[in-house]
């Protein structure tokens, strides 16, 4: 069969745009409403957060003000780190946006009444591809500086060793998979770059298979499903050890301050008692 080679030529079968749209659907409603929990949660722990290094700093305070009242529960204020739920909210909010940007980007497809608008929506797949498979886990030595290697990979080692499994399988597919994205790095130089050489340019679209092009970051987009599931699994549960913190600070800090008021009131029982002394 003579290859089509015309820029005009019809892009994907139907079988890959059912395939598409059984796979998109949904995202971009269910992205962005978790985006809004995403963001309501953050501003809790910032919160909570601002509260406990307030009441660490008046317990520390109070200590060097009226000697070593408070008792060893004052520890507990410092059971609270921040670290892993910022690292989480961010890595989840970055996985939601790639997710986001491949569904929006194929929906342009879909709905193109030109074809060049179909070429072009294409092209900007092989970019955020590209883009961000380097952003989320890395090409090479930078691997091991990735998001998903130095900060989540951490969290799971360190608190959550029974997501360790699920981890590890993600990662692996993540590794078998830089042999199916690498070659994307060419397109999307061309994609990204206005080229010296329009021609260069011209030839890569026209030669693009779609279909194939499909068929290979539908895959992609499984595995960022999957490290969303699991990295918003790790956030709710940071998140409740939060809430759980909170309340139990809350009571550490209720019972620091009523240790302060039987201080207050024991000095002030001294200093009568050495006023009635002298009269």
Do not use: C
Request: zero cysteines.
């Amino acid at each position: 069969m003579v290859e089509d080679t015309r820029i005009d030529k019809k892009l994907m079968s139907e079988d890959t745009k059912k395939i598409l749209l059984e796979t998109t659907a949904d995202l971009i409603r269910n992205h962005t409403i978790d985006f809004d929990v995403i963001s309501k949660s953050i501003e809790i722990a910032a919160s909570i957060e601002n509260n406990v290094s307030r009441a660490v700093s008046n317990a520390q305070n109070i200590n060097s003000m009226f000697g070593d009242i408070i008792s060893n529960d004052e520890e507990d204020l410092r059971f609270f780190d921040f670290s892993n739920f910022n690292s989480l909210s961010k890595y989840r909010m970055i996985i939601g946006f790639l997710d986001l940007d491949f569904v929006v980007a194929a929906r342009m497809y879909l709905t193109a009444q030109f074809q060049y608008e179909g070429v072009f929506a294409v092209r900007q797949l092989y970019v955020i591809a590209n883009e961000g498979y380097k952003r989320i886990f890395g090409f090479g030595n930078a691997r091991k500086s990735s998001l998903w290697v130095a900060e989540i990979g951490k969290i799971i080692d360190s608190d959550f060793p029974e997501l360790k499994l699920k981890y590890t399988a993600i990662t692996l597919r993540l590794e078998e998979y830089e042999s199916v994205i690498s070659p994307f790095r060419d397109i999307r130089d061309l994609s990204v770059h206005y080229n010296i050489e329009p021609m260069k340019v011209y030839d890569m679209m026209i030669k693009l298979d779609v279909d194939k092009t499909f068929r290979e970051i539908i895959p992609f987009m499984n595995i960022l499903g999957d490290m969303y599931r699991i990295v918003s699994e790790l956030f709710i549960m940071n998140f409740e050890l939060i809430i759980a913190g909170n309340i139990k600070f809350t009571r550490v800090f209720a019972k620091l301050n009523q240790q302060v008021e039987e201080y207050k009131i024991t000095m002030s029982d001294q200093s009568g008692n050495e006023e009635l002394t002298e009269e």
